[in-house]
C-alpha cells in the first residue's frame, strides 16, 4: 500500500516540478499550474506505461509485439476512446496486463493455426469501432464536429491496420519457410489488438453508462 502511493506521490511530484518549470519560463501562467501538472502526469504515467510492456517485451521475447501494441494502443484509441483506470497507478496494470492477454491469445492462434479465424478477429474488432467510435470521456467532452472528425479517422485507421496486416500475411506466406515467418505471426497480432481495442472501447462504453447513471 505504501509503495502503490509512493509511486503515485513521484509521478505527481514529477509533474508538479515541470509545471513550475513552465511557470517560471512564463509558458503557463500560475493560475494553469494545477492543470499543466494534472497533464504532465498523464504523460508521465503513459510513458512509464509504455516503457514497462518495452521491458516485458524484451524478457518475453515479443520486443516487436510491445512496439506494435505501443503504436496501436496509442495511435488508434486517441480517436476511439476506450476504458480507462481509475489511477495511474491502475492504468499502468491494466496497459501491461492488456498486453500480457493479447500475447497470449496470439499463442492461442498459432496452435490453432486458423486463418480464417484470424481474419474473423479482425472484422469484429473493426466493426465494433466502426459502430461505437468515438467513445466521448466525462471528462472530456467532443463537439459534434471532432465526433465525426475521429469517428471517419478511427475507421480508417483500422482499415489501414487489416490492410498492412494481410500485406505482412502474404510476404510472410511467400517466404514461409525463411527467417522472415515472424511476419505472419505479427500480421495474426495485429488483428488481434483490433479486437482487443474494439472490446476495452466497449467496456469504456460501459463504464462512462454507469457513471452517466450513478450522475443523474
Known amino acids: 500500500m505504501y509503495k502503490v502511493k509512493g509511486i503515485m506521490y513521484m509521478i505527481h511530484s514529477v509533474a508538479l516540478v515541470i509545471a513550475d518549470f513552465f511557470v517560471s519560463k512564463d509558458v503557463i501562467t500560475e493560475e494553469e499550474k494545477e492543470v499543466c501538472a ?14 514497462l510492456v ?10 516487436w509485439y510491445a512496439v506494435i501494441y505501443n503504436i496501436m494502443m496509442i495511435v488508434i484509441r486517441m480517436y476511439t476512446g476506450g476504458y480507462h483506470a481509475d489511477t495511474h497507478l491502475g492504468c499502468n496494470i491494466c496497459y501491461c496486463g492488456v498486453f ?32 461505437n467510435a468515438p467513445l466521448e470521456h466525462h471528462n472530456k467532452r467532443l463537439t459534434i464536429e471532432q465526433k465525426h472528425k475521429y469517428m471517419i479517422i478511427s475507421a480508417m485507421l483500422g482499415i489501414s491496420s487489416m490492410l498492412i496486416s494481410f500485406m505482412l500475411n502474404i510476404m510472410g506466406m511467400v517466404i514461409r519457410y525463411g527467417e522472415y515467418t515472424i511476419l505472419c ?27 452517466h447513471e450513478t450522475d443523474s
Open 38 to 51: 494534472y497533464g504532465m502526469e498523464l504523460i508521465v504515467s503513459g510513458i512509464i506505461s509504455v516503457v
Open 54 to 63: 518495452l521491458i516485458i517485451g524484451l524478457i518475453t521475447g515479443g520486443i
Open 100 to 131: 500480457l492477454i493479447s500475447l497470449i491469445i496470439l499463442r492461442i492462434q498459432m496452435l490453432v493455426k486458423g486463418d480464417v479465424l484470424t481474419w474473423i478477429i479482425a472484422a469484429a474488432g473493426y466493426l465494433i469501432i466502426v459502430l
Open 185 to 211: 505471426h505479427i500480421s495474426l497480432y495485429i488483428n488481434t489488438m483490433l479486437l482487443i481495442i474494439g472490446l476495452l472501447l466497449l467496456l469504456g462504453i460501459r463504464k462512462e453508462g454507469r457513471f
